[in-house]
Structure formats: C-alpha cells, structure tokens
C-alpha cells in the first residue's frame, strides 16, 4: 500500500511539478559541476594532478558556489557555476604543487612512460 501511495504522489508530481523542484536540481547539478570537474578532468590528463589539488579543487568550488549562489553574486552576467568553476581549477593547480608528487610507479600504471623532452 505504502509503495503504491508514493507512487501516486510522484506520477503527480511528474504531471504537475512544483518550481522548487526544478530549483533544488539545478543547485544539485551546479554543485556537483564545482566538485568534480576539475578532479575528474585533471585527474585523467595532467600528470602533476594529485589528492590535495583534487580535495581542495572540491572544497574551494562547492564553497564558493554555495557563496555565491546564497548572495547572489553574479560576475559578468554569469551563473555562479562559472566563476566557481575557475576558482575550482586555481584550487586544483595550487593543491597539486603544494601537496606532495605522485610515485612514479603509480604515473607510470596509469599514463605509461615518461616522454623524453616534453
């Protein structure tokens, strides 16, 4: 019975759904973007990347998103997502030089051998 009532609730929620909904997920989405882009994407192609630019990219972009979406700030017209984006990455870099360099015996499982002169 109890399945069957929440499912009524949530087919009329999906024909009629309230605005906070869509705010919720757009949030949800946006702060998901700030914190795990950058590890994500640095993590697979930059070999410098390691677990303090990836811990610190998370806190500083979910943080200044979370800021700015709360105080409506608005740099240049933009959502809050983009310039958290870019704090994100400038998290990342300075985490990753900051914090200790990955083994080379990891680098290597994970982007092959060294090239030579680059």
Known sequence: GSTLLIGIIVFIFTIYPPDLI?????FAMGGLECAFFC??????YWR????????????????????????????????????????????FVVGSFVGPQTDEGTLTLFFGEKQKGG
């Open 48 to 91: 410098r990347a390691n677990a303090t630019g990836a811990v610190l990219s998370a806190l500083c972009g979910v943080t200044s998103f979370i800021l700015m979406n709360t105080l409506g700030i608005s740099i240049a017209g933009t959502t809050p997502i983009v310039p958290s984006i870019i704090i994100s990455i400038a998290a």
């Open 39 to 44: 590890p994500i994407l640095f993590g697979l």
């Open 22 to 26: 869509v705010w919720i997920n757009l």
